[in-house]
């Protein structure tokens, strides 16, 4: 059992763990901060560059389309002519 002194030294003991890496975190180291801010620049400009990769991507998706679009039609007009019958 402990004792009102060992108890009271035990606590202080706790909180002063307690508030350690509370302490440890306002003193963050400055280098720390650059390598952390430098990672999110950079991945900042890598989305950009995904974003920008996928807007091409979907412009081309959009142009096989419509090339897509204008064949089924000229092979329509073709398979009607000669009267040959196209299921829908």
């Known amino acids: ?21 509370g302490a440890t975190a306002c003193m963050a180291n400055p280098a720390a901060d650059a390598a952390a801010a430098e990672a999110i620049n950079e991945i900042g400009h890598e989305l950009g ?16 389309r419509g090339a897509l679009a204008r064949q089924d039609s000229l092979l329509r007009q073709v ?6 019958p196209i299921p829908p």
């Open 79 to 84: 398979a009607n002519l000669a009267g040959v």
């Open 49 to 64: 560059y995904l974003r920008d990769e996928n807007a091409q991507l979907q412009a081309q998706v959009d142009s096989l």
């Open 1 to 21: 059992m402990l004792t009102s002194v060992h108890a009271r030294r035990f606590r202080r003991l706790l909180a002063a763990g307690a508030l350690l890496p």
